[in-house]
Nanobody
Framework: VQLQASGGGLVQPGGSLRLSCVGS????????IGWFRQAPGKEREFVAA????????LYADSVKGRFTISRERAKNTVHLQMNSLKADDMAVYYCAARPRWLVGGMTKANDYDYWGQGTQVTVSS
């Protein structure tokens, strides 16, 4: 599967953005789809994941209550709605996919097989 991430941009603190990850070459079916982010000088970190077949979700503690991951079946797309954005959220955001959901996993970059190209999120006044 090929992944195309989009939706990044410049937003003020407290603002919102919605990222999208479109899959092509395969339908997500039984996939797990995740979002990670990487700020300059920092390691890539888990943000959220969704199990395509059931809609079950996982979130990093740092984004719980602010970010929502969802799926749009008709478009083979996963969205990440980001609200109440903070300076700490500024990073390049990547979507990733694994053909089968890993029970007890899905929060580490090594759990995923496919990666999109990343989209920059800048939070600044």
């Amino acid at each position: 599967v090929q992944l195309q991430a989009s939706g990044g941009g410049l937003v003020q603190p407290g603002g919102s953005l919605r990222l999208s990850c479109v899959g092509s070459g395969d339908t997500f079916g039984n996939y797990g789809i995740g979002w990670f982010r990487q700020a300059p000088g920092k390691e890539r970190e888990f943000v959220a994941a969704i199990r395509w077949s059931t809609g079950a979700t996982l979130y990093a503690d740092s984004v719980k209550g602010r970010f929502t991951i969802s799926r749009e079946r008709a478009k083979n797309t996963v969205h990440l709605q980001m609200n109440s954005l903070k300076a700490d959220d500024m990073a390049v955001y990547y979507c990733a996919a694994r053909p089968r959901w890993l029970v007890g996993g899905m929060t580490k970059a090594n759990d995923y097989d496919y990666w999109g190209q990343g989209t920059q999120v800048t939070v600044s006044s």
